[in-house]
């Protein structure tokens, strides 16, 4: 990777754990950042990325935004107001703020209501990458290589805003494509936030069993990668599918509607439309899988 044409001489990240942490790390890593505070509610995480050096120092919220650069907030979407709040106060002119949440229309009305005329300074992103596994200890400074970052800039953002924080995720090793909030929203409703409902709902369904222990017992790898995003946090899942509910409501129809066709060719015995469902379903992920690379 060659070395960046910019550099942050001070990073704050509000989160340090899986996705907060990792961005710390690869920015180190890429030498394009000079010091790292961290900030969050949790001792136990900032102790953590400090020990592990994801950090270089912790401090509350309302300093660290006095000295910061660029501050990132990898928490929970439904946090997001009362964070951008608590650091208007103490917002220097030329700091830009970002995130990293899993919805963004909603992030983004928010960031325009609390920061009014500052709101030129927030701009939304959300990088397509995670592990069912979090906190600081999860941290890896190559997770964002070849994955994709969607940044939804909004009509008061500046160039120099889309312009630095595209060089800032292409420095982890990311490839940076730009959404209307909305857009981004909708599509990932369907592609990231629906198939972790739906996952979410089938171990509920398989625990919840009387006899849900021969079952866990018995259950092999296809089992193990369907149910593999149920693993990740209820917290950060929940304000995720609450912040994106129309959305998601929405994409459920459609999903609803598959299932009932489906259901109604297996019930039918039809042989015919059964397969032809099923091998739509394996052509379309075979393809998938060759393009993305990730079989």
């Not at 592990?52 to 929970?76: M, S």
């Not at 459920?252 to 015995?269: I, K, M, N, P, S």
């Amino acid at each position: 990777m060659q070395t960046p044409s910019f550099f942050v001489p001070v990073l704050v990240v509000v989160g340090p754990g899986l996705i907060g942490g990792s961005l710390a790390a690869a920015l180190k890593k890429a030498g394009c950042v000079g010091k790292v505070i961290g900030v969050s509610r949790q001792t136990a995480t900032t102790s953590a990325a400090l020990r592990l050096g994801l950090i270089d120092e912790v401090a509350d919220l309302a300093t660290a935004t006095q000295q910061a650069d660029l501050i990132v907030l990898a928490t929970p979407v439904r946090a997001t107001r009362s964070l951008l709040e608590q650091i208007q106060p103490h917002l220097l002119p030329h700091t830009l703020i970002t995130d990293v949440g899993s919805t963004k229309a909603d992030v983004v009305t928010e960031a325009i209501e609390v920061l009014g005329e500052q709101s030129t300074q927030f701009l939304a992103g959300h990088p397509i990458a995670g592990a069912e596994k979090a906190g600081p200890e999860a941290a890896q400074s190559d997770l964002y290589q070849n994955r994709i970052v969607i940044l939804t800039p909004h009509k008061n953002n500046t160039q120099r805003a889309r312009a630095f924080l595209t060089q800032m995720w292409e420095a982890c090793g990311a490839r940076v494509m730009l959404m209307s909030a909305e857009s981004h929203d909708r599509v990932l409703a369907s592609v990231s936030h629906v198939p972790h409902f739906l996952s979410s709902v089938f171990m509920w369904q398989v625990a919840s069993a009387s006899d849900a222990d021969v079952r866990l017992h018995v259950a092999g790898s296809g089992f193990r990668d369907f149910t593999r995003i149920a693993a990740g946090s209820a917290e950060v899942w929940r304000d995720i599918f609450l912040s994106n509910r129309e959305a998601v409501l929405s994409e459920l129809q459609q999903v609803r509607a598959a299932f009932e066709q489906a259901e109604r060719a297996l019930r039918d015995t039809d042989e015919q439309a059964l397969y032809d469902f099923l091998e739509k379903a394996a052509l379309a992920r075979r393809l998938w899988g060759s393009r993305s690379g990730l079989q």
